[in-house]
């Protein structure tokens, strides 16, 4: 991208990276800040940037040349003519960067300003402003749902850790009731165990029952020994049923 900064050559261009790299000496930008104030010559400039005159003369004939400084001789009150510096071009440099977009614009402003211009810029103002009004509206809204939206779920997780909580009171309540009833007619803290061990295994199984190989494996028995004792466990008890399949596997159920 060239824009027409409006040098002293006629239809004369400067790259508006080039004017970047202008502004991004500090001097120049400092040089700049104080002409945006008043008039000044360079030796002035001088004295109150603490700077070389040659090299302050040096940075105005660069700004002159791309056309943001005219410089012309004047006479001072002190009697002789001295070149005043003064702004010539007062602009503005938006550069937006994003997601896939680099884009450097300028934009004169003050009296060079053209009616086009001006109503695009004014334009643009009043667009981002609507934008931005709707993007509160939004958010406001937004945060509302949203807010609702997680306190009734916090509620719903309090009533399902309550009902989590319930359930778990009345399940180790029954196996109170449950180890009381077995301590009274098996004697034997062994065979509770094994009795136990069938009861636990069984509310987890679809089909309420357990074999005998998996008991073997747990208690790490023979299976005749095991047997044997679940057998006498079946007749204490009176509820334990013992059914043999076509494998000859056999399988217990309460």
């Excluded at 000496?25 to 001088?46: G, K, M, P, V, W």
């Excluded at 008890?237 to 059914?243: A, N, P, V």
Aim: proline share 2%; hydrophobic share 35%.
């Amino acid at each position: 991208m060239r824009y027409v900064l409006g040098t002293n050559k006629e239809n004369e261009e400067t790259d508006v990276f080039e004017l970047l790299d202008y502004l991004s000496n500090n001097t120049r930008r400092r040089i700049l800040e104080l002409l945006s104030a008043e008039d000044l010559y360079s030796f002035q400039i001088s004295r109150m940037m603490d700077i070389s005159p040659r090299i302050i003369a040096k940075y105005l004939e660069e700004l002159e040349k791309i056309g943001i400084v005219s410089i012309e001789e004047r006479k001072s009150d002190k009697g002789p003519f001295r070149k005043y510096a003064s702004l010539n071009k007062a602009f503005s440099l938006i550069i937006d960067v994003g997601q896939n977009t680099f884009n450097v614009k300028y934009f004169p402003t003050g009296e060079v300003v053209g009616s086009e211009i001006k109503t695009k810029i004014t334009n643009t103002a009043a667009v981002e402003e609507k934008r931005n009004e709707q993007l509160k509206k939004k958010l406001k809204q937004e945060s509302t749902d949203i807010r609702d939206s997680i306190k009734t779920k916090i509620n719903e997780l309090k009533e399902l850790n309550q009902q989590r909580q319930d359930c778990v009171e009345e399940i180790n309540e029954a196996f109170y009731r449950f180890n009381n009833i077995i301590e009274k007619i098996v004697h034997s803290y062994n065979d509770r165990e094994i009795y136990r061990r069938i009861f636990k295994i069984i509310i987890t199984k679809p089909d309420n029952k357990v074999s005998l190989s998996e008991l073997a494996s747990w208690a790490r028995m023979w299976r005749g020994d095991l047997h044997g004792r679940i057998e006498v466990l079946a007749d204490q008890t009176g509820c334990i049923t013992i059914q043999k399949d076509r494998r000859g596997e056999i399988w217990y159920s309460i």
